[in-house]
């Protein structure tokens, strides 16, 4: 493995207490497309056409985002090697938690047991309420799986509403212009300041306030460590630097920590 693979192996090995941070690119060598990399999202539809104000105002935003929606869950992604090592780092007690901007639920399908969604989950839809301003939904409560609302599409009913109160119903993303989830953020922000060791992987770090939490890390004291195939606008930041794919450089990581204590 390249020196900063074994790097990696020895930060690993002599962390008491890992949070991993995620992002897109931990999902592509599943299939799923990331946002800024040549053929991701942004770079085939515009974000201001998904953003939470216009979901709330044109039917056909909404139309368009169920489309997705069903297209997102056709691709029946599968966790990758990226996700199983994360896995792995958890069953041997290194890790703490995963702490992810992904919407995909890869992360729980891989067998992570702690992990915080800070944008929220494309397997559920929510309530949003009749009259939701400013991001900030106020839906009566209703949840369903994703699956739900693609049944109401099914059936004819063409935009779907929450059958409880009558208001809009969202996937339970969180899209440009929507309030984060307050609780998700105070404990990603929460096991950040207690971490030692936070493994950056698959993110540009180009989206507050999810972007701020490795200098969060840095200012608790904790080693920073970015893992990803471009550079990043946070690099300069990072004790560690890892340029390479995902799934390679984090399998390669955590098989170096048992011959790296051996050492
Ligand atoms: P959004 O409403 O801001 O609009 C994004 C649109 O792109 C949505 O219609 C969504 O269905 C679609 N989309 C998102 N990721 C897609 C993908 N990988 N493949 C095909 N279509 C996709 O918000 P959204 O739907 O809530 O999606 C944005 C969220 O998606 C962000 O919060 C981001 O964290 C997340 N995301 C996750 C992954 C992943 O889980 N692997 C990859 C990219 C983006
Ligand atoms: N291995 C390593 N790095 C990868 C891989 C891979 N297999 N695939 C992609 N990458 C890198 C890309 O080079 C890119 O720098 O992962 C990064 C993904 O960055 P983005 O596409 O910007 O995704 P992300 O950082 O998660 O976006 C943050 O932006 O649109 C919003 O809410 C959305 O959560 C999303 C947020």
Request: include cysteine; aromatic fraction near 6%; proline fraction near 6%.
């Amino acid at each position: 493995p390249s020196p900063s693979v074994q790097s990696l192996s020895r930060m690993l090995a002599g962390a008491e207490r890992v949070v991993a941070f995620t992002g897109a690119g931990i999902s592509t060598e599943s299939g799923i497309p990331d946002f800024r990399s040549p053929g991701g999202i942004w770079t085939r539809y515009d974000p201001r056409d998904f953003t939470f104000d216009r979901y709330v105002a044109d039917p056909e935003v909404r139309a368009n985002s169920w489309a997705m929606r069903r297209a997102f869950f056709a691709t029946h992604a599968r966790p990758n090697a990226a996700h199983q090592a994360l896995v792995e780092l958890e069953v041997a007690g290194r890790l703490a938690g995963v702490v992810t901007q992904n919407i995909d639920g890869l992360h729980q399908e891989a067998g992570s047991r702690h992990v915080i969604e800070i944008h929220g989950t494309a397997r559920e839809i929510t309530c949003i309420g009749a009259l939701p301003v400013d991001g900030a939904p106020d839906g009566c409560g209703f949840t369903a799986p994703h699956t739900w609302a693609l049944e109401q599409i099914d059936a004819g009913v063409e935009d779907p509403r929450c059958p409880d109160c009558g208001g809009l119903v969202k996937s339970a993303t969180i899209s440009f212009g929507q309030q984060m989830p307050l609780d998700a953020v105070r404990r990603a922000q929460a096991e950040v300041a207690a971490c030692d060791l936070l493994l950056v992987v698959g993110s540009s770090l180009q989206v507050y306030p999810a972007a701020a939490l490795p200098g969060e890390a840095r200012q608790h004291g904790a080693q920073v460590v970015i893992v990803n195939d471009e550079p990043t606008d946070l690099d300069g930041l990072a004790h560690l630097v890892v340029r390479g794919r995902a799934g390679e450089v984090l399998t390669a990581a955590v098989a170096g920590i048992g011959s790296d204590t051996l050492g």
